[in-house]
């Protein structure tokens, strides 16, 4: 049999976007897409899913809405000349920000659910939702044609003023001044769909999938309510071959702006110079994390208190963690020498208290709880020290305390902005210049590159607020058919922190020969505020902390960004609410940590002795992991992206480096 022929597609670009990733909904930033919980993808007891994924472009749903909407803005705004063409024509992109999703159920054996269509037929239900409407997630498109007359106001009203949209969410039903548009549908059976390549600007070569719907758009209106007539406008330049010259009138439809990310702040010590740099330190002194303890092959729930490296030792680690109990005992402090035996707070979820008593009221936590009485014995059996860490850790959860002043701005009604370095928000060290998770954004898995801390303290009425700025960057993809010739993303940034780039290499160094699809930071939004409170945590390399679980994901086909890690709220059961401000780190601790506890700041190893298992770092001079304090440690090179697939921690098999 003959092979199919295939048909060129010509790509055209909408001229602007009006799309949000995040929208503020009643002074609130809310993620404009599916809620966590509908991202889930977990069955519920009775093995049935309920769950939205991502349509990625290369999908054939996603290329499929792109093909109609590319025909039905041709047709429309290309008039007749550029006729042979509707059928022909693709949208290269959707308008910045709008994101595809499909909407999945299951059955309790894994299967989809057979459900009625309008028709009246049977079908396994799969519905497609456009999500970034400005207006917030619940005014979300359910077709193209359904977005299409929106799509065309964007590409065409040079005022961008919604009162000539026609649109549903634009131009409700009802409203009489705006007709809605008259819709006939022709379809025809779909043929299959050659992959597109969305790593360079070529045309993608594919069969044709059928007639786009033909679509009757109702005149705009101008803001003086008389009609004006559709445009003429010229698609993006397609493949080679003839094609009719376009009017003198013509407009050119435009790519989108690039985005410009934010410079990174430069580290103001040599301890934020680590935290700031790859495989360094994974927990950090202040922080409250879970660690190993040899006495009880158990692991338990302590403060860090110091930490330092040796000279000997290059990559050692060692931390001196005070156990967090009840205010009647007073554990030993304990030394940790690998990083293998610490683990952040959220990457666990806390288990449920020893006793009955607490197990059965949930509502006491450590500052209202009776110590002396389960001590002795009174909420039956259990162990005062466990219970006392895991609520101890809980309440820290709730607060944050900032650090190292950098500026203080008064104005003449006496409100004050003051600028931090850094913050410890809940268990967690946070400084500016690295990333941390958000609560917002339309995956659930998107960064934040923390580039300010800011506290509002306003006199009238009195009130504290605590945001944080900077870029958000959002896990994309593109194909890499060569392995040997991965491709370079469209965005070229500088900006991008150097842990965030050397984990993104070595994800790709098994993305691209397992999935042919390489990965890479997207930036969505530079220079965005949030509140606090909308900070899930700070960002650990996957390369690091869950190798295991990303190589699983990998080989299942489920991608290479999965959600790993607990939320700053989550084992509160209070989620995103009110932080507690704390003058001081230890004051966060109360009476969980004996008196006179001190973190110490910096990286020098101590210089007594602090017991006989600790004798052996006496006196040992801290190194940041390559030679000594007199070949010093240089900032610039591993803020210079070009390089950084060089560094020689990153071996991993293979001769090819893919920096992202």
């Known amino acids: 049999m003959a092979q199919q022929p295939m048909t060129p597609f010509f790509p055209i670009f909408a001229s602007k976007s009006d799309g949000q990733h995040i929208v ?33 472009k290369e999908d054939p749903k996603h290329q499929d809405w792109r093909k109609k ?22 949208l290269w992109e959707l308008p910045e920000n709008y994101v595809l999703y499909e909407h999945i159920k299951t059955k309790a054996d894994g299967q989809l659910k057979t459900v009625k269509n309008h028709s009246g037929g049977g079908h396994d239900r799969q519905d497609a939702y456009l999500y970034g409407y400005p207006k917030g997630p619940k005014k979300r498109f359910r077709s193209p044609v ?114 410009q990310s934010t410079p990174l702040p430069q580290p103001r ?11 360094k330190f994974l927990c950090r002194s202040g922080e409250v994390v879970w660690f190993f303890r040899p006495k ?34 007073s554990p030993p402090q304990e030394l940790v020498q690998t990083d293998d035996h610490v683990k952040p707070w959220l990457a666990w979820s806390a288990p449920s208290c020893t006793f009955p008593f607490l197990q059965q009221n949930p509502q006491f936590e450590y500052h ?3 110590w002396r009485a389960l001590i002795s014995g009174q909420g039956g059996e259990g162990i005062a020290s466990v219970d006392a860490s895991i609520l101890a850790a809980k309440a820290i959860d709730t607060t944050y305390t900032l650090f190292q002043c950098l500026k203080t701005n008064k104005d003449d009604k006496g409100n004050e902005v003051r600028q931090y370095n850094g913050m410890y928000l809940g268990a967690e060290k946070i400084w500016r210049g690295e990333a941390v998770r958000l609560r917002i954004g339309a995956t659930g898995t998107d960064l934040m590159v923390v580039t300010d801390i800011i506290e509002q303290v306003l006199v009238n009425p009195p009130t504290t607020k605590v945001i944080a700025i900077g870029d958000v960057y959002s896990y994309a993809t593109l194909d890499a058919p060569d392995a040997n010739l991965p491709p370079k993303p469209p965005q070229q940034n500088n900006n991008i922190p150097s842990r965030m780039v050397h984990d993104m290499v070595w994800r790709n160094r098994m993305l691209v020969p397992l999935t042919r699809t390489a990965a890479w930071w997207k930036l969505i939004q530079p220079a965005y505020k949030i509140d606090i409170d909308d900070i899930k945590g700070r960002w650990y390399e996957t390369s690091l902390v869950f190798q295991e679980p990303f190589a699983k994901a990998v080989k299942n086909g489920e991608g290479g960004n999965g959600i790993w890690m607990n939320s700053r709220g989550d084992a509160t059961g209070k989620g995103k609410g009110a932080s507690v401000a704390q003058p001081d780190r230890i004051g966060a601790f109360g009476a969980s940590v004996p008196k006179g506890t001190r973190v110490v700041e910096g990286l020098e190893p101590p210089s007594q002795p602090m017991g006989q298992q600790q004798q052996a ?13 007199a070949d010093p440690f240089s900032i610039d090179e591993f803020m210079h992206v070009d390089h950084l697939g060089d560094d020689a921690g990153m071996e991993y098999g293979g001769n090819n480096n893919y920096t992202f």
Not at 269 to 279: G, K, P, V
Not at 298 to 316: H, I, Y
Request: charged content about 20%; aromatic content about 6%; glycine content about 8%.
């Open 24 to 56: 503020n909904l009643k002074g609130r930033p809310l993620r404009n897409g599916p809620t966590e919980e509908q991202l889930n993808t977990s069955p519920n007891d009775q093995g049935q899913r309920d769950f939205y994924r991502l349509i990625e």
């Open 146 to 259: 359904e977005f299409f007359p929106h799509l065309l106001w964007l590409c065409t009203d040079e005022n961008s003023d919604m009162a000539n949209c026609t649109c549903k969410m634009c131009s409700p039903a009802g409203d009489v001044e705006k007709p809605q548009a008259k819709v006939e549908v022709k379809q025809e059976q779909p043929a299959p769909i050659k992959r597109e390549n969305s790593s360079s600007g070529a045309i993608p070569n594919t069969n044709v999938t059928g007639r786009n719907p033909i679509v009757q758009i109702p005149a705009r209106r101008s803001s003086t309510g008389a009609p004006i007539p559709s445009p003429i406008v010229k698609p993006s330049t397609p493949v080679a071959g003839p094609r009719p010259a376009p009017t003198p009138a013509a407009a050119q439809i435009r790519a989108p702006p690039t985005l």
């Open 296 to 329: 009880t092959s158990a692991w338990g729930l302590g403060l860090v208190v110091r930490r330092w490296a040796t000279k000997e030792v290059p990559m050692s680690r060692a931390y001196l963690i005070q156990p967090l109990s009840h205010p009647f005992e």
């Open 69 to 90: 909407l590319g025909g039905m803005l041709l047709r429309e705004i290309g008039g007749k000349q550029f006729e042979d063409r509707w059928q022909q024509c693709i």
């Open 368 to 370: 209202n709880t009776d």
């Open 269 to 279: 010590s040599i301890e934020q110079q680590a935290d700031l740099s790859y495989n």
């Open 617 to 629: 770092h006496d006196g040992m001079d801290i190194n940041m992991g390559g030679g000594n304090m």
